[in-house]
């Protein structure tokens, strides 16, 4: 969990989903349920997510999952249930 904005959590968790959480009123404001995954023809692997981090402007965030990856997410590019 990375906490940048006050009053928001950004949290990683297995299957490689990332949720934007709103602390004060206990609601999760947006999330993405396929951050980290792998697509093929017969199947798609979802992997866990490790760490989430903050960069110095506070709408970019940073994800590392089992996929060996870092990726970059803008939150205002989150819709509310993606």
């Given at each position: 969990?990375?906490?940048h904005n006050e009053g928001q959590?950004?949290?990683g968790s297995s299957l490689g989903k990332l949720l934007i959480y709103d602390?004060?009123?206990e609601q999760v404001l947006s999330k993405h349920n396929k951050a980290?995954?792998?697509l093929s023809i017969s199947?798609?692997?979802?992997f866990d997510i490790?760490?989430?981090c903050y960069t110095e402007n506070?709408?970019?965030f940073?994800?590392?999952g089992d996929d060996s990856l870092i990726k970059l997410w803008d939150k205002r590019c989150f819709d509310k249930d993606s």
């Open positions: 969990m990375s906490e959590a950004i949290c602390v004060e009123r980290h995954m792998q199947s798609e692997i979802k490790n760490s989430v506070p709408n970019v940073a994800s590392a």
